[in-house]
Structures are given as C-alpha cells and as structure tokens.
C-alpha cells in the first residue's frame, strides 16, 4: 500500500457503474514523452511510493528520463504478480516453506512467509513424450507423468492449501505462457486494497525466461530467477536500473508463404545484431495495427533468445479484440479500454515516441527461415540450410577413416522415398553390404545422396523394414513449445500442409520420431473441429501431452532403433522443433544438431527425414501418379489458414476450456494432500528435500571477506547457458547424480529428469555443470589434446590433479576450507532464467564467477545466491590475460562492501602453483565489479536474498 501521494496522483475512474482508484501518470512533468514500457513503471512507483523503497526523487527520475543516457537510476519495481512453471516453482515453494522453519527459529512468525503478491504456478514441464505417434500417447504420458512426480505434485497441492494467494493449474492443462494470455494475464489489474476497489496495469515476473511472451499482450513482465520471484512473493520490489528503450517500428505486411515464426526469427536476429540485453524492446509504428496478437505473443516469447529484459506492443483495438476472443468479460474489457486511454497506454500510431535507439523492419521484406544447429539467433535463410547444413556437419561428425563409399542405382520401396544413390559401404568389421534385387527392394534411402561427412548405417526396424541412416537425418520432428503452439496461424498451416501431404500420399520418414505438443486444450479444440487432428496423426503427430516437452529436453527416447544406431556408430543427427531453444545437449543426448522452425516446416522436415535437403529442388517425393511433389506443392496459402481460423475458432471454446482450470482431473483431485502451515518433510523422499540455505543462520549478517586462496573449478568459453550449468533434461547414468539416486534405491529408469528433481537439492548439486556438452577448458590437455565433453575438471586437492567429476572435486575443496572460483567468456549464463544455476553454482562453493560478459538473469541470480560475478578487463579474456585455470586464485577490494561502497573494480591475483606449466609467471588485473545496484549490494552483504527478506521479516 503507498503511504506517500507526493504528486497527488491518486484519483477515480469510473467504467459503467463502477468507480475504480487509479493514481494518474499525468501528474508526473514529462510522463507524455516516455515509450509506453516506462509509462507503465512511471504508474508502478506512483502507486508504491513509500519514501523508503520508492521515492519522489525516483518518480521525478523517471518522468525526466533521459532516453541518450546510460542506465544509472535505480527504481524498485513491484510487479502485480508472480507467474511459476512446475520446474523452476517447485524449488520456490521448497524454500517458501524452509523459509517457515527458519523464520520461527529466529523468533519470527512462520505465517509471514506468505505470498503478499498473486502467484500462480502451471504445471507444464513435467510431462515427457516417452510414447508418441499412437491414440493413447498422451494418456500414458499422463499417467507416466504423475507415476513419475507424485511426490512434487503432492507437496504443491500442500503449498496450494498451506500459501495465501497462491494457485496451482494441475498437469494436463496448457503451456504456462500460453495459459497465461489466454487466462491470466488481466492487462489491467483490479483489487480490493483496504476496501477500495484498485485499477493498475498487469505486470508480472515469471520463473520461466519466456514470461515476456505476455508482452504481446500489453502486459509488462519478464522472467527473473526463482530466488527473486519468492523475494517477489514476500513483498520486496525487484531492483532495477532505468532502462534504454529501443523503438522497432514495424511497416508492411508479412508475405504469403511466410510464417509468424519466419518473422520471429528474423527479429532475433536482428536484435542480437544490434544488442538489447538488458533494454526494453518496444514496438511502435502503422504495422503494429495488421500484426495479429498472436504474432505479437510469438515475437515477445522470443524476447531472452535476442537478449532483451521485455519485448513490448502497446494496449489497441487488436488486444481488445483477443481479450473478447478468450473469454474474458465486457466489464473486464471495458475497463482495458477505459484505463488504457485514460492513462496515454492507448496506442496512437500517428505519434512517434523517443526512444534510446531506433530499428525497423518492412515485414514484406522476411522469407522462410530456421535457426541454428545450436543457437536461437544463428538464423538460416530456408533457400541456404542445405548448403549451410553441408558446412555445419563438418563440426559434428565423426568419419570412419576406413568406411570405403560406392555409388550406384538404388531403388526404393515407396513412392514417398526420394530416388538417390546406393552406398556399398565396407564398414569396420570389413563386411561387405551389397544392396541389390529382393533386398534393395525393402529398403528406404535416408535421402538423395552423399554429402560431405557421409556415413551410412544400415538400420533394420521390428517389423522388417530396413532404411539407410545418416549423418544429418532429421530423427525427431517435434510441434512443441510456447513460441508457436499458441499462434492459430502457424498451427493450421501445419495442419494444411500435412492434409495436403496425405493427399499427395507422402509420409514422414521412418526413422522420425513425430511429436506434436498443444500449448493448450483450445488447439485440440480447433483441429478436432477442422479435422486437421486427423491429418497430423496421419503424419505421426498425435498429441504426446500439454506442455513444454521437447523444448525443456523432454522428448523422451527416440526410436530404439535409430538411438541405438546413432550412438554404436556415433552419428551426428538432428532434431527440428518449432520451439525457441536449440543449445547444445539440451533437446536430446542422442541429437548433437537441432533447429529452430516453424511448425509447418517441422512437418516438411518430417517427410524430408533430413537436413541434408533443399525444399525449392528436391522432391518430397512422387504422388499417385508418379509425378514429382516439392514443398511448394504442398504449402497452405493464407486465405486457406485463415478460413479455417474463422470456421475453427470461437469464444466458446476459451470459455469451456478455462471454466475449470484449477480443478483438475480426477488423478489431482484424489492425491493424497499433506496439511498444516510447516511441511512434514520425508527424509526418504528422492525429489523434495528441506533446503540448506538457511542452515546455521544468524540474524546479523558477517562481514564480507575477500576471497583468497581459491582455485579454479572450470574455465569455460562463450555462450555457456544454464542449460550447461544446470541442465534440465535427462540424468545420465555413472553421474554423481544418477549415482545418489541408485544408493538411494531409484532405478535407472525412475531416474526422471533433473528438471523435475529441483526440490531436491542433491541431486541437483551433483547435476551442475553436468551437462553432457559442457567443455572444460582445465579437462582439454588429457586424452593426448582432444576436448573432453561432459562435467569433468580437474581435482588439485590430489598431487598429479587428475581429471574427476566436477562435483567429486567441489567435496574435496570444500573439505578442505578452499573457495572456489569459475572463468568465463562471453553471454555466460544466457537461456533460461534457471536459479538452480547459481543455486547449483553457490553449492559447489563457488564465491566468484569471472567472464567476458554475463546474460543479465543469471547474473543477479548469481549475487541472489551470494556469488560476485565479476567481469575481465574490457577486451580481455582469461586466455588472452594467460590464464589456464591452474592458478591459485586471490580477490582483493570486496572488503568495501562492509563500508556501505560497492567497489567499481576489485583486485585479483594468479598465481602458479605446483600444477602450473614450468615458468608460468603470476598474472593480475582489475575485474570490474558486476553488483549493479545498491539494493543488489544488500542482497550480497547478506549472503543472498533469501537471507536479506527473512532478516528483514524477522
């Protein structure tokens, strides 16, 4: 509640007959200059203003914003409510309720630990598509799934009835973000505050990355780390610096044969050109009128993969025109509409704002693109990906030096297969494969030639067929993901095109696995009522389950046959996904290569089976007829799309399906439910476990000490994600992590994903830096040179330092007192808002992280956890300062912290030890001091800000 009115802002606004309080930008000098973002913190601090977190002098900062200027002004931000996925918000309410035990044993009352703010939590991320391309996929992935999570499902129908405030949409429902537009998200707030009935814009933060796909709604939000958003929660503002806002205007409309997703893809790469981390990202201009909101939704999800805090539209007739379509009430669209003309968040097409920087783009001007084999932005033109692809390779593949190759005539078996080249090939046992006659006959090519890192295996299916599999085969085709799954646009041409498909009698390729993930019930909805369900499962895409899936690495296993191929002959295969995340071991551990496309494009590449393909000249295959049909033959035009969303779509729909949201199936509702305000917990369970943070605790912070003696757990090069600190798909087996779970009695094949194992501490622990891709630069010299992949450093607690687990070493320094530091490149930390990253990272005993440059989540997620990122010299990099992370390692300068100072800059020191090359001298340099506000200071002072909020309730 705001106990100070210094602009006298506070006033009434009536819609129909009800008189809602509402505090008015246009008492601010300066509000009718600001984009539309800053408008919407400018209401933010008004409404808040304390004269203790929120001042006048931060308002008068805001209305007198500087748009040519350096962020230098922090403002506290207090977002309307809290958006979790099951993934990152079961570690929340895991520490919410350690919070509890450790509040009362400082004296405090437990029920303070309460949700002073909404917060609603999805469960999305659980379900995996361990069974797809059958009629009961999805309710075997079901059941599997709650087999599988019981336990966590347990503990948050516990937090459901134990937390204020606090709602739970049970599995089987939707993708949290998709849930959110379409649900949720309200645009314009309203709630009773001591009695009198409040107006205020929707704003949230989310523990998922992709919460800006609510931008496109008008709604201001992004995602931050599960340790902010329980700060959050319990009432304290996030910290933040006024931001540069960078103008997009948008001009012309998207061409035919151009998806939303072409569009997307397009921006992010554009804006990773530019660079936006850490701005606001605003869309202004004539085109923003013509670009329907779900490609609005589609460009704000991508918002983290081009880097940006908030990927912004402004409130007009389009959003109004959605809010009716899902069902929201008139009163409640009454009252967008009202406040938003009311306070200047109406969009004026004609005005131009000022901005910090200006982009734009003719949206006639995108074609058909994909996006990597490992990054979102590294954007494809469709016209190149075979060439590219043919490059790319190179970087992948391993080649048999005595795989000999022979071209020759090489029938196939169905009309679907493209005519190609017959490989003998002599593999290593020195067998001869000839294929001809009879046994030619049964065989599928894997697609129309040889390509550069070629390397053929025959593979057999249990059914008898047998087709050649190569490197670069597409083996998983997956329609998954918030992206796109909410944009009725690219989810019906997916549809079309495989109706089309059918009718030319194409199939997708045996070798590919076919997923197709709803990002809510109402796509079921419409593609049953256009029949377009039954085109896809044609094609193999039956629904595998109601959530993230392949996106989060839940693709579950590929065909047996293929995996077990791919890993005996080492194959570099890929995945196309209509999602937003590619990065490396992420999709699946037997897929080294993966692509961003859009959904119909997902459903080409299924029938294409490879990447090693360009859709302009080579054939899908032959219809009925025996004539050629290429993608162009195939591909929905926009007036066939659009009928369909006209005949397919309705209000309705929204309304049945939302009716009930928080209800549940039968298996939710009949779950055995723990009660009582402080969880009991289970010492035996393997997947929720009472967080260490608080362990030892005292209610005065001890000073902060400078770091000395520390040696180096992992150096590491750009673009390491939280994906490679901690990732969230599959437990590999021999992993500290998959060990703990067998002395613990869990089966290999209950080991579940770490993604779901995140109220588990212990496992989690062991999982950080575990991902199978993670390249330690400290591991590189072993193995005669070669790059050891996977999570492994080297163990300097033993004389000879031999190559260990990452996490064996971290026990070992620990018990011994040794700190613990980690070298980095550039972009550290990027993807996901992952707090189990700096969690994981805090756990370890790592006291400082050192890079190029840090992707801005991780980085206060990093100081939430009481870590210092710290960044190089500008220009230089641990290898070119000459280090090699042998090094013992001392920090100067963080004492100042103790005198109220953050330090621009600390000293740090290396110096040889006896594992070091002979002559290496000590190296020093300044690295600059990545504690960006006063408040995030306060956080470190106390060792985190979980620490920092349960002293502050005490």
Avoid at 145 to 168: C, H, I, M, P, S
Avoid at 216 to 224: I, P, T
Avoid at 450 to 460: G, L, T
Avoid at 844 to 864: P, Y
């Amino acid at each position: 509640m705001s106990t100070v009115n210094s602009f006298g802002a506070k006033s009434t606004l009536t819609v129909g007959s009800t008189d809602y309080e509402i505090f008015r930008i246009d008492t601010v000098p300066g509000f009718d200059k600001l984009p539309f973002s800053l408008k919407v913190l400018l209401e933010n601090l008004l409404r808040t203003e304390d004269g203790a977190n929120v001042t006048k002098a931060q308002i008068e900062a805001l209305g007198s914003w500087d748009a040519a200027a350096e962020p230098n002004t922090e403002i506290q931000f207090t977002p309307a409510r809290v958006v979790m996925q099951d993934f990152t918000g079961v570690p929340c309410i895991v520490d919410l309720a350690t919070m509890r035990e450790a509040v009362t044993a400082l004296g405090g009352d437990a029920n303070k630990i309460n949700p002073l703010s909404p917060a609603e939590m999805v469960i999305d991320h659980s379900v995996i598509a361990d069974l797809f391309g059958t009629e009961n996929a999805l309710e075997r992935n079901v059941e599997i799934e709650y087999e599988r999570n019981g336990e966590r499902y347990q503990f948050l129908r516990w937090g459901q009835t134990a937390f204020q405030d606090f709602k739970v949409v049970p599995p089987g429902t939707g993708i949290v973000h998709q849930v959110n537009i379409e649900h949720l998200a309200k645009v314009i707030y309203d709630r009773d505050v001591d009695g009198v009935l409040r107006a205020y814009p929707d704003t949230c933060v989310g523990t998922d990355s992709h919460t800006t796909m609510v931008n496109g709604l008008g709604v201001l939000g992004w995602g931050v780390g599960g340790i902010e958003a329980e700060a959050a929660m319990l009432g304290q503002p996030v910290s933040m610096l006024i931001p540069r806002v960078v103008g997009f205007k948008l001009t012309g409309e998207i061409p035919a044969g151009v998806t939303a997703t072409d569009v997307v893809l397009t921006i992010t790469d554009l804006l990773r050109k530019h660079g936006v981390v850490g701005k606001f990202v605003e869309f202004y201009g004539e085109g923003v009128a013509s670009v329907p909101l779900a490609n609005r939704a589609t460009i704000g999800n991508m918002s983290p993969e081009f880097g940006s805090t908030a990927a912004i539209f402004p409130i007009d007739d389009v959003t109004l025109d959605y809010l009716r379509l899902t069902g929201r009430s008139e009163e409640a669209v009454a009252l967008v509409e009202a406040y938003a003309k009311e306070q200047s968040l109406w969009h004026d097409a004609t005005r131009e704002p000022i901005f910090s920087e200006y982009l734009e783009l003719d949206l006639g001007t995108v074609v058909p693109s994909i996006a990597g084999p490992k990054r979102p932005q590294d954007r494809i033109l469709l016209s190149e990906a075979k060439n590219q692809f043919e490059k790319d390779i190179l970087n992948y593949a391993s080649i048999d030096e005595d795989t000999v190759e022979v071209e020759g005539t090489f029938p196939a078996s169905d009309p679907g297969t493209t005519p190609g080249v017959e490989k003998e090939h002599v593999a290593q046992d020195g067998v001869s494969h000839q294929h001809e006659g009879q046994h030619a006959e049964s065989m599928l090519l894997f697609s129309g030639g040889p390509h550069p890192a070629s390397k053929p295996v025959e593979v057999s299916t249990p059914e008898g067929q047998r087709y050649m599999l190569d490197n670069g085969a597409v083996t998983l085709a997956a329609i998954t993901s918030c992206t796109n799954t909410s944009n009725p646009s690219v989810m019906i041409a997916a549809g079309l095109l495989a109706r089309k498909a059918r009718e030319k009698g194409l199939k997708q390729k045996p070798w590919v696995k076919t997923t197709l993930g709803p990002g809510s019930k109402v796509v079921t909805d419409y593609y049953e009522k256009s029949g377009l369900d039954k085109d896809l499962e044609g094609l193999g895409f039956y629904t595998v389950g109601y959530g993230c899936t392949i996106c989060i690495g839940n693709s579950g296993p590929l065909i047996d046959e293929v995996s077990a191929a791919v890993n005996e002959h080492d194959l570099a295969v890929t995945a196309v996904l209509s999602g937003n995340r590619n990065f490396e071991g992420r999709i699946s551990p037997d897929v080294k290569m993966n692509y961003l496309a859009s959904p119909p494009l997902v459903v080409a590449y299924a029938l294409a089976g490879s990447m090693h393909f360009d859709f302009e000249t080579d054939a899908l295959g032959k219809d009925a007829d025996g004539n050629e049909v290429f993608l162009k033959d195939i591909w929905p035009a926009p007036d066939e799309v659009q009928e369909i969303i006209d005949s397919s779509i309705s209000r309705d729909q929204f309304i049945k399906q939302y009716a009930t949201v928080f209800d549940g199936d039968d298996r939710w509702r009949n779950l055995p439910t723990p009660t009582g305000p402080v969880f009991e917990w289970d010492e035996n369970s393997t997947y929720v476990r009472k967080a260490p943070y608080f362990d030892g605790m005292e209610a005065t912070p001890a000073p902060v000490t400078d770091i000395s003696g520390a040696r180096v757990l992992a150096a590491l090069g750009d673009s390491v994600t939280t994906d490679h600190i901690s990732p969230a798909g599959n437990i590999k087996a021999g992993t500290p992590a998959a060990q703990y779970l067998t002395e613990h009695g869990v089966a290999q094949k209950d080991f579940n994903s770490y993604g779901s194992r995140r109220g588990n501490h212990e496992v989690m622990i062991r999982g950080t830096f575990a991902n199978i891709r993670l390249k330690n630069a400290l591991v590189k010299a072993v193995n005669g040179g070669q790059q050891i992949e996977g999570g492994y450093t080297r163990d300097f607690t033993k004389p000879e330092g031999p190559q260990s687990f990452i996490y064996d070493a971290s026990m070992n320094y620990q018990a011994q007192g040794t700190p613990l530091v980690i070298f980095g490149g550039k972009e550290y930390g990027s993807g996901s808002s992952r707090d189990w990253a700096a969690k994981g990272t805090n756990l370890l005993g790592v006291k400082a992280v050192i890079t190029e440059s840090f992707e801005r989540i991780h980085r206060s997620n990093l100081i939430g956890m009481g870590v210092v990122p710290l960044q190089f010299p500008a220009g230089e990099s641990w290898e070119s300062l000459g280090l090699d992370g042998t090094e013992v390692v001392s920090i100067s300068g963080l004492e100042e912290l103790n005198n109220g100072v953050t330090p621009k800059t600390v000293h740090v020191t290396a110096t040889p030890s006896e594992h070091s090359p002979e002559g290496k001298q000590p190296i020093e340099f300044d690295a600059v001091v990545r504690i960006d506000t006063p408040g995030e200071a306060d956080y470190y002072r106390n060792g985190g800000i979980l620490q920092y909020v349960l002293r502050s309730l005490v």
